[in-house]
């Protein structure tokens, strides 16, 4: 008799189990040869090393479909380990569309909206580092997350790594209440809001222990090297130049570099140029770097926002 431990990484054991295991018994059933014993993300499985592998490629395509749908029910379950399983699959995977990044928390189907959103989740394929520059509402942000997201749970990578500048705006870190991770917690919100979104909140909060996914202001880049990464720079606008060139040569072996900014909303003092107005110049047209620009089109917050945008353009 053979033994397996498989470790349920990439989904709350509750969406394969079900309450009170009640999914897990359906499993059980179509593999009555086998012994499964569930502890948390963890599930040891004993029997013939041959129904072991069966069992594995089942649990494989349960677990795709689940990020794929967004639900795994009791019935779905019993038609995927049918006979008829591996083809009921490929048929939902052509019925979801090629928009769909990943499934979020509660089934949230994560899809690229607009043509330049589009053409970031194609572009990412093709090359290590983008520059996605546009104003705001664009979904820079939320895209490069998921597409984060996204290469974390295919385990292209071991690690997400999510960076803002901290820039004050007025305000004096040094006169916020809390300690260092409290006043910076801020300027990382919205990366913490996409997140929210995408992992569920025990999980979101191992990773962050285990620092699978790392928050952190830029200024704690300096120095490393960031391998086996999918790095994203936020609020690129508001670095300067000595800063964007120090990111930008972190960039280790296996690694991915999305760079977002919107050069309309600088906040640096007058006399600091932006990092990125100067990397977008210089890294024109280098192979392996895209830079996509987002424009009023691909505004996807509320409709109010696109035509604020424009009346300030307008003013310029």
Known sequence: MTEKLITLDSVEPVEIYGVNDVKLNVIKKHFPKLKLIARGYSLK???????????????????????KS???????????????????????????????????NNGLVIKAKTDNQRRLVSSVIKNDMLFAVGPAGTGKTYTAVALAVKALKNKEVKRIILTRPAVEAGENLGFLPGDLKEKLDPYMQPLYDALNDMVPADKLNQYIEN????????????????????VILDEAQNTTESQMKMFLTRMGANAKFIVTGDVTQIDLPSKQASGLIQAIKLLKNVEGIDIITLDNTDVIRHKLVKSIIERYETNK
């Open 70 to 104: 967004g639900v795994l029910t009791d019935t779905v379950i019993e038609r995927l380990l049918g006979q008829t399983g591996d083809n009921l699959l490929e048929q939902k995977e052509e019925n979801l569309g090629s928009d769909v990044i990943l499934f979020g």
């Open 211 to 230: 620092r699978i996914i790392q928050i952190a202001p830029l200024a704690f880049m300096r120095g490393r090297t960031l391998d086996n990464a999918f």
């Open 45 to 67: 499985v004993l029997g013939e090393q041959n129904e072991i592998v069966r069992f594995e490629k089942k649990l494989e395509m349960l677990v795709e479909h689940y990020h």
